[in-house]
């Protein structure tokens, strides 16, 4: 089955790659359409995954992530209506060049060719990478989690509606529709027909990629993000930012796992980090440099931080908490512990900030900012396939133009080496 799958998504990329801006920004448009007009129906359907998903016992951040409502099917028909107004990166050039013996040279924004995505939960994933595909001229194998089988289908569905009535093939945009684990074994293998796999869900998912595929595997999505509030940060202005990367959504993979602290103002700040995050629910891990500054006695939200509590991503309301002496031991913490991926300062100190940028090695950076802006709509993208924390070949959201590579054109009048 998979075989037919990647052969007929190596035909679908190659007449995709040629489709003119306008026919591939039409099919953007009449999918928001669809989507919009058949919300009951994919609602239904999600619906059925979720009632399956409590049944077999799911956490509730499962849950979240698998969850569709009429506001996230908002946000898709928005993001997919935004994407139609982006520039198409196809075609680009850029580099451009003449050698001294005349030759032109320049670089050409082409496809990556065919994607193969595995996801877990978050049937958002399947729209958000079919409108990227479409747009950037690749064809797509999704494998999303057995858990979002009934939604899938359905999105999917409406994916292939659109491509059909815009005159391109519905196998530009296909999912495994089977729970047997075997068929991500069998995508990981498809090295004639799929360029790149995209993983999207915990470590143990991007370990199995990384040691069986047969295939480039880009990694990224499992953030444990920290902030460190600085001597000289305006408390009554970070405060708002803690709350809003901790509880605008626990369940994602921006979102704050870990508070560092100056010593300096850890005694006034602390209290009031436990209060106003308390009132929605975040419980504390708190290490021994945090314990003395949380008051007696001690709140029942805090308890005493675990052997792996630094390492790892709650994707809950559950915050850790640790007070350092300064910038140097906050860069050594995330340098120790975090995941490349989200991290931030907050300050006034413009050294201190500048420090910052240049000596944590991830892939978002932020200073004075939530780290819930790491997300590809946020970022001006339309929407992203992933967030990738690794080097090669992009980092961050993976946007369009992350989802190009370039040919060299080389353009003489008739020139021969010497």
């Avoid at 107004?85 to 680009?92: A, H, K, M, T």
């Avoid at 978050?122 to 990227?132: M, Y």
């Avoid at 930012?241 to 300096?264: E, F, G």
């Avoid at 140097?328 to 100190?349: P, Q, W, Y």
Wanted: hydrophobic content about 40%; some cysteine.
């Amino acid at each position: 089955m998979l075989i037919e799958m990647g052969r007929a998504a190596r035909t679908a990329s190659k007449q995709l790659a040629l489709a003119a801006t306008e026919k591939k920004n039409r099919t953007l448009l009449t999918l928001a359409d669809y989507l919009d007009e058949a919300r009951a129906d994919v609602l239904a359907a999600n619906g059925q995954d979720v009632e399956e998903g409590r049944k077999s016992g799911l956490s509730e951040a499962l849950i979240d992530r698998l969850m569709l409502n009429d506001k996230r099917i908002d946000g898709l028909v928005s993001d997919l209506r935004h994407l139609a107004e982006l520039p198409d990166p196809v075609g680009e050039r850029y580099d451009e060049t003449v050698l001294p013996n005349g030759l032109s040279l320049h670089k050409q924004r082409v496809p990556l060719g065919v994607l193969g995505v595995i996801y877990e939960s978050r049937p958002n994933v399947t729209v958000d990478v079919a409108g990227l595909s479409i747009k950037t001229g690749n064809a797509a194998i999704l494998r999303g989690g057995s858990e979002t089988l009934a939604s899938n289908r359905a999105l999917v569905g409406l994916v292939q509606k659109a491509l059909v009535a815009n005159g391109l093939p519905a196998e530009t945009v296909q999912f495994i529709d089977d729970r047997d684990r075997a068929r991500v074994h069998e995508l990981l293998k498809l090295h004639e027909y799929v360029d790149i796999i995209i993983p999207r869900g915990g470590a143990k998912l991007h370990q199995f990629c990384r040691e069986n595929s047969q295939i480039p595997v880009i990694t990224g999505g499992i953030g444990i993000c920290h902030l460190f509030v600085d001597q000289s940060a305006d408390l009554d202005a970070a405060l708002p930012v803690i709350h809003n990367a901790k509880t605008q959504r626990p369940s994602v993979c921006n979102a704050l796992d870990v508070l560092l602290v100056h010593r300096a103002i850890a005694g006034d700040f602390l209290p009031r980090v436990l209060d106003d995050l308390g009132k929605d629910g975040v419980t504390f891990r708190a290490d021994e440099t945090a314990m003395p500054f949380v008051g007696e006695p001690v709140p029942s939200s805090v308890q005493p931080t675990g052997p792996e509590d630094f390492d790892t991503e709650w994707v809950s309301l559950v915050l850790s908490l640790k007070v350092v002496e300064g910038l140097d031991e906050a860069i050594a913490h995330i340098g120790t512990h975090g995941t490349a991926h989200s991290d931030g300062i907050l300050t006034e100190d413009d050294a201190n900030a500048a420090r910052f940028i240049n000596e944590v090695d991830s892939a978002v950076v932020y200073v004075n900012a939530s780290t819930r802006f790491t997300d590809g709509g946020q970022f001006g993208l339309g929407a992203e396939v992933a967030i990738s924390t690794q080097r090669l070949h992009t980092r961050g959201p993976m946007g369009l133009r992350e989802l190009t590579t370039y040919k060299w054109v080389a353009q003489g009048e008739y020139h021969v080496r010497a």
